[in-house]
């Protein structure tokens, strides 16, 4: 009697996980399905004419493939300014990740594995820091950039994106779990200054995560838009964010009409395609760093 109920017991368990990871499987896909279906409206639109924008089935390709028109367009347009847009968004993302890289590995060291006066207290200030939203704060920079000659130059988009609050606690909290204080010690009794220290034993521990307070740093700069458009005021200087926002709004109300809107979405596709790269570049960082985190 007692081996038919542990039978039922397990069948039941059996059901019961079989319908828990289809449920999972399935809200798992329903999420994949959302997030992916503006990438394939972009990718699809891309290919398509003005008239083939504005046309029926948003979502399927045209009779006719305009990928390679829409960007002979693209790179031509106003003596080829989206290039120089380009060029600038690169810039301001890879500044201003590898700068907020480096001083979050710095500052989150620190308050994991240094003692120093009002540590507890700044580091309050950088949780509460962490609450602040970034646009909050695009005035008050602003007014500090003016003050300092600095604003229509890239050193405006630039150095508020080194600071990195969200970095430096991720930094804090990975450096305090991963970095053994044993390890530490012993260098620093062998001989070997702070610096030493930090650069020969910390930063190999912390990689994934300063790879991924690299990559979250550049994205957001990449993605920046409201920073960039207080700051700056030379066509020049744009980003693609605001770049291609002013070519929406003369596709909108200037007297381009809707010429513009292929334009636009295949620079819209060709500014994540970066992205996408440095994410399939970085991954395997990641995946090294949970082997290495599995082995201890």
């Known amino acids: 009697m007692s081996t038919v109920t542990s039978t039922r017991s397990s069948a039941r ?47 399927w390709f045209a009779s006719s493939n305009e990928l390679f028109d829409n960007l002979s367009l693209l790179f031509h347009q106003q003596d080829g300014v989206f290039l120089k847009w380009l060029r600038n968004t690169a810039i301001y993302s890879v500044v201003s990740g590898l700068g907020a890289t480096a001083i979050a590995a710095l500052a989150g060291y620190a308050f994991a594995k240094l003692r120093f006066p009002g540590r507890n207290a700044l580091f309050a200030a950088l949780l509460g820091l962490i609450m ?3 646009t909050a704060l695009v005035l008050p920079t602003y007014l500090l950039m003016s003050n ?17 609050p969200f970095g430096v606690y991720l930094l804090r909290v990975y450096a305090h779990d991963s970095v053994p204080e044993e390890m530490l010690e012993a260098a620093r009794i062998d001989g070997a200054g702070e610096l030493r220290v930090f650069r020969s034993i910390a930063l190999p521990a912390m990689r994934p995560a300063l790879v991924t307070v690299l990559l979250f740093t550049m994205v957001g700069t990449w993605n920046n838009f409201f920073l960039p458009l207080v700051m700056l005021s030379d066509n020049e200087l744009f980003p693609l964010t605001v770049g291609l926002r002013t070519w929406y709004m003369s596709a909108t109300i200037g007297n ?12 819209a596709l060709v500014a994540i395609l970066p992205l996408i790269v440095a994410f399939l570049l970085l991954q395997r960082h990641w995946r090294s760093g949970l082997t290495i985190g599995s082995l201890k």
């Open 13 to 59: 368990i059996s059901s019961g996980n079989l319908t828990g990871r289809i449920a999972s499987h399935a809200v798992m896909a329903f999420m994949a399905f959302y997030f992916l279906l503006p990438f394939w409206w972009l990718i699809v639109a891309a290919t398509k004419d003005n008239d083939g924008l504005f046309g029926s089935a948003p979502l």
């Open 132 to 134: 602040v939203p970034a």
């Open 148 to 164: 300092l000659g600095l604003t229509d130059s890239m050193w405006a988009v630039i150095l508020p994106s080194l600071l990195n």
């Open 256 to 267: 381009g009409g809707p010429a513009l809107f292929n334009v636009i979405v295949v620079g």
